[in-house]
């Protein structure tokens, strides 16, 4: 019977069969030594007299398990028969263990079929399904729909910009670049639901923060009384969600070295009056009217120094900084926040207007053109009651948490500027 | 504190507060009749003097509940306050509780943002959400780690045909029509993967079992002997599915009049030459290589009669019906398998080759041009595990489970030949 690697430690003495990858070799002539790796872990497997094929060859190997301090994980695997159940035809183009993915992306992208199979690659998509299954626990726990809604639309949620075109049949049509207007819809129908799905955004940009494909958790919550309710609900989701992750992919955490955030019983608010006066009176930082990427940063500095945490809210972002559809108050704020985890936003949300002529009226103080937006305004029609929401990226988030250098290390295969394979 | 209209009968003889929308009125001038829908249900609820809005107007009630016979599941509210979130502007098109969604589709599909608020309407994508819950949660157990593949790709898995195009900066790029390849590549990676996404088809059909736009459960597991440890495999996870539809919608299932399948311990499996034998000798069916809807539903019926089963395997079919990556057998069959559930094939699966010579040699057998699966032959050559998968339509599983009469019924915003909104 089949043993996992990580389970090894309670067979020593007995006769076991590992399945897995060629990971590592080395001759020594009468004596081959090899790491073998499978989807939970490596170990050292001893053979004698026996040709090794390449790296990343697929191996059945039977063998007796023995503790042996100075193996890695201190037990090795000595072979009595191993089978190459396919073989590795070229040598990789990069050397799997030495994990070189720190270095520069280009080739690690390129041959990310390969490269994926190192420890430390695999590592931050194996967290991030855990950050996703807690996500989706802690919402079906409230009672939350789960939706799947089309990603093939004939207009975006916020206008035409940023925005890749799809020829359908005859028509012209475009990627999601969020789920928007179908999950307000579908408060409608359900009250609370929420979404895991990819977007698009048609941004030039290629950095290391940029992806044009990710995948979004979008929340989306009827019967709210405010912002407030939002981020209590916010709270709860990114705690169950890292807890969840230390549970399922604690050994992948360490594995990276992270540093793991602690979870406060409530994340400190800032309005973002009162951060734009503490970036200019205690931090001296010339801020305008926008949050830049480097003022977030000093923000996220400031929550860890006065409060010791690494989470911050900041709230009632101006009108003219959200989207026509951000709930506003009588004094040009709105009910919308934004979440920083270590000074980079990973959340944006806030209350909906949900009655059709605020609607009407904000699309009008933005200059926006009605005529584009009568199915939007279509739904307003019929008693949507007070709502809002939000969306976290994944791989964003995944990245922070993880200390990755770059963002597409916290997707499986990235699409940016220029990459559309494999 | 609000209370949830299933929750109602553990609070007779207090007060309470409901949120929900006008689902039904009567006015009887002195009194008002009403039924109040939140997402768990409809309740009466009865006031005096007040003018009630439009159906579908948001509202807030409070006031006690009281034991009815003759009210709708014997309990009403009367109302000491009742409040109008947000009114409804008209009326709706359809009359949401007249459940009209046995009609014509296009009325119904036109105005979706609203008829879904229907409880029949909404029922299905209740359930679906469970079966999908059922899904992840089965092989979530089963040590399965869940993807994310990119939907915007440059080739098609089967070569370039029902490929939507879209406009990917200066390149020409497709929605994937399935995550073949990815689930492949990464069974290198972490062995066992599965996959909830949507997928595109652009199939020129427009009937009332085709989607362009469907979600696929998709499933690839490695290190397998063979295409029976995929169908033992998917008989626990049905199961799992069906288990926890009824345990999470089982009021939809129930509200639909679903007839809901019983699950046998192992499905009856046949293979494809002894089907077209029953199809001919015992049910007189003029057969052909390949097997028609018609045929699938008498072997659907003949499974029914023989063993009392919903469910039927169909297992090794011939090389020519099958996609070149399908691992063959020295007679001319593969190592593949269709379920039929109540004579609708609702899944393909089978064992893929993993060696990458076979791989050159079948796409040479099916005369398809190398140069285009260079991406895909590249993954081959760093040691692949003998593995083998298969893919599941949520949709058409929904429609045919329920008894919808139309596909589009089970999915929430429908993309058909002609259909790009809501």
């Not at 359908?168 to 969020?178: C, D, I, M, N, P």
């Not at 009056?273 to 200019?280: P, S, V, W």
């Not at 809210?313 to 920083?340: C, I, K, M, N, Q």
């Amino acid at each position: 019977m089949r043993v996992l690697v990580r389970d090894l430690k309670g067979h020593v003495g007995e006769e076991v069969e590992l399945l897995g990858f060629l990971h590592w070799r080395r001759d020594l002539g009468k004596v081959q030594f090899l790491l073998l790796r499978d989807r939970s872990g490596v170990v050292q497997v001893v053979t004698g007299g026996q040709r090794l094929p390449l790296p990343e060859s697929s191996l059945r190997v039977r063998g007796t398990v023995v503790a042996n301090a100075k193996a890695p994980g201190g037990l090795e695997v000595q072979a009595r028969e191993l089978e190459v159940l396919s073989p590795a035809l070229e040598p990789t183009p990069v050397e799997i263990p030495k994990e070189e993915w720190r270095a520069s992306p280009d080739t690690l992208l390129e041959y990310r079929h390969v490269t994926l199979r190192g420890e430390k690659a695999r590592a931050p998509l194996k967290v991030q399904a855990a950050l996703v299954r807690g996500f989706r626990r802690y919402l079906d726990r409230q009672d939350f729909t789960e939706i799947f809604t089309p990603k093939v639309v004939r207009a975006g949620a916020e206008g035409g910009s940023g925005l890749f075109g799809v020829d359908y049949f005859e028509k012209r049509a475009y990627l999601a670049q969020s789920p928007q207007l179908y999950k307000q819809i579908l408060v409608g129908v359900f009250e609370r639901v929420y979404e895991v799905a990819p977007v698009w955004r048609m941004e030039e940009h290629n950095t290391s923060r940029h992806l044009n494909e990710y995948l979004s958790l979008d929340v989306e919550m009827g019967f709210i009384q405010g912002e407030e309710d939002l981020m209590r609900l916010e709270e709860g989701l990114l705690q169950e969600m890292m807890e969840e992750a230390l549970t399922g992919a604690g050994n992948e955490i360490r594995l990276l070295g992270a540093e793991w955030p602690s979870f406060p019983k409530e994340i400190p608010r800032l309005t973002h009056a009162e951060a734009r006066k503490i970036l200019k009176e205690e931090l001296g930082y010339p801020v305008g009217q926008d949050l830049s990427e480097e003022a977030e940063r000093l923000l996220g500095q400031y929550a860890q120094e006065r409060w010791g945490t690494d989470w911050l809210f900041v709230t009632r972002y101006p009108r003219p900084l959200r989207p026509f559809y951000t709930y506003p108050e009588a004094d040009g704020t709105t009910r919308s926040f934004d979440l920083l985890f270590r000074g980079l936003e990973i959340t944006s949300g806030g209350q909906r207007i949900h009655r059709h002529p605020d609607l009407v009226e904000s699309l009008k103080a933005k200059g926006m053109d009605l005529e584009g937006f009568q199915g939007y305004l279509e739904v307003f029609k019929y008693g949507m009651p007070p709502h809002g929401g939000f969306a976290i990226g994944a791989e964003r988030l995944t990245q922070k948490l993880l200390g990755l250098p770059n963002v597409r290390y916290a997707r499986a295969f990235p699409r940016d500027r220029h990459r559309l394979t494999p």
